[in-house]
C-alpha cells in the first residue's frame, strides 16, 4: 500500500489540506495519507527545507512526499518531481529540495509538464495530487515530465567560513514549537571546521563556549532539584537532526519564554562561531 505525506503552509482553519486529501483518496482509496506538516509558516521555503529533510527518512522506501510551499506554477516557479534516496519528492522548483539535494544526489529529476492536460488554481490539489496518484500506481516520472539535471538552490544555504577559517557565520533557518533557533550550521560542516580548538557561539549579545550533547546536560543532577533552578537556561546543542540549535532548557512561551523571544533572534538572523587560537 503507497504511503502520501504532505507538508503544507495550509493551516488548520482552511479547506486545502482536507480538499487535497479528499482528492487522493477519490483516485486512490487504499492509500495511507500521512500528514507531516501543515504549519510551516507561509511561504517559508527554509522552514519546509528543514522538515522534510528531517522526516522523510523516517518513512519506508517509495513514500511518496508532497510538499505544498509557494506552489503557484509561474516562469520562474516550475513544478517538479525528484526521485532520492529511494523516495520521490512533489513540489515546485523554489529552492525547497536543495537542502536534501546539497547532501543527496537525487537519482532523477523531472520538470511536470502535465498542466496543458490540467485546468487549476490549486496546484497541490490537482497537479500534485495526480503526479503522486501516478507514482503510486507504478507509473514512472518520464511520463510526467522532461528531465532535468539541476534544481534552484535556497540562498545562504551553506555557512559562510571566512579565508583563515577563525570564523563560521550561520542563520537562523527554523524556529521550533518550542521557540528553540535551528541554524544552517550542520555537527560535520562545524567539526570539519574547528579542528578540536575552543570556540564561542555567538547570538545577538549571547555568547556560549560550549554545545551539548542533549539538553539535560546543562542540568547538574548533584544538586538538589529544588536549587537548581535550571527552566529557562539557555544553551547550545547539535539536535537530532544535526543543526546546531540555540535552546532555553525546558523553555514555555508562557513562563520562562523561549531562545527566538527572549534572544530576538529569527528566521535568516546570523549566528557566528569564532575559533579561538590556543
Known amino acids: 500500500m503507497a504511503i502520501i505525506t504532505l507538508t503544507t503552509d495550509f493551516g488548520e482553519k482552511d479547506h486545502f489540506a482536507g480538499a487535497?486529501?479528499?482528492?487522493?483518496?477519490?483516485?486512490?482509496?487504499?492509500?495511507?495519507?500521512?500528514?507531516?506538516?501543515?504549519?510551516?509558516?507561509?511561504?517559508?521555503?527554509?522552514?519546509?527545507?528543514?522538515?522534510?529533510?528531517?522526516?522523510?527518512?523516517?518513512?519506508?522506501?517509495?513514500?511518496?512526499?508532497?510538499?505544498?510551499?509557494?506552489?503557484?506554477?509561474?516562469?520562474?516557479?516550475?513544478?517538479?518531481?525528484?526521485?532520492?534516496?529511494?523516495?520521490?519528492?512533489?513540489?515546485?522548483?523554489?529552492?525547497?529540495?536543495?537542502m536534501i539535494c546539497s547532501e543527496i544526489a537525487p537519482e532523477k529529476i523531472v520538470e511536470i509538464n502535465i498542466h496543458d492536460k490540467i485546468q487549476t488554481s490549486f496546484p497541490v490539489l490537482?497537479?500534485?495530487?495526480?503526479?503522486?496518484?501516478?507514482?503510486?500506481?507504478?507509473?514512472?516520472?518520464?511520463?510526467?515530465?522532461?528531465?532535468?539535471?539541476?534544481?534552484?538552490p535556497i540562498k545562504n544555504i551553506v555557512p559562510y567560513v571566512n579565508e583563515d577559517k577563525s570564523q563560521i557565520i550561520g542563520s537562523v533557518?527554523?524556529?521550533?514549537?518550542?521557540?528553540?533557533?535551528?541554524?544552517?550550521?550542520?555537527?560535520?560542516?562545524?567539526?570539519?571546521i574547528q579542528k578540536g580548538r575552543p570556540f564561542e557561539v555567538s547570538a545577538r549579545n549571547y555568547k556560549f563556549k560550549t554545545?551539548?550533547?542533549?539538553?539535560?546536560?546543562?542540568?547538574?543532577?548533584?544538586i538538589p532539584e529544588e536549587k537548581r533552578h535550571d527552566e529557562g537556561r539557555g544553551l547550545v546543542v547539535f539536535n537530532s537532526g544535526g543543526f546546531l540549535e540555540i535552546a532555553?532548557?525546558?523553555?514555555?512561551?508562557?513562563?520562562?519564554?523561549?531562545?527566538?523571544?527572549?534572544?530576538?533572534?529569527?528566521?535568516?538572523?546570523?549566528?557566528?562561531?569564532n575559533f579561538i587560537k590556543e
Do not use: W
Open 211 to 222: 554545545i551539548f550533547s542533549k539538553y539535560s546536560d546543562i542540568v547538574n543532577f548533584e
Open 248 to 273: 532555553l532548557y525546558k523553555s514555555n512561551t508562557t513562563t520562562v519564554g523561549s531562545a527566538s523571544s527572549l534572544m530576538g533572534l529569527g528566521i535568516m538572523d546570523a549566528v557566528s562561531i
Open 20 to 98: 487535497t486529501k479528499g482528492a487522493i483518496y477519490s483516485e486512490l482509496p487504499d492509500v495511507k495519507i500521512v500528514d507531516i506538516s501543515h504549519s510551516v509558516s507561509p511561504f517559508s521555503i527554509p522552514e519546509a527545507a528543514y522538515i522534510i529533510q528531517n522526516a522523510y527518512n523516517s518513512f519506508p522506501k517509495g513514500t511518496i512526499h508532497i510538499i505544498g510551499i509557494d506552489s503557484e506554477i509561474n516562469p520562474e516557479n516550475k513544478h517538479i518531481a525528484i526521485k532520492l534516496d529511494d523516495h520521490f519528492f512533489i513540489c515546485a522548483n523554489n529552492g525547497i529540495m536543495s
Open 126 to 152: 490537482d497537479v500534485f495530487v495526480k503526479v503522486a496518484c501516478h507514482i503510486a500506481r507504478g507509473g514512472t516520472l518520464d511520463i510526467i515530465g522532461k528531465a532535468i539535471t539541476n534544481i534552484k
Open 173 to 192: 533557518i527554523y524556529i521550533d514549537n518550542y521557540g528553540n533557533v535551528v541554524t544552517n550550521i550542520k555537527r560535520g560542516f562545524f567539526e570539519t
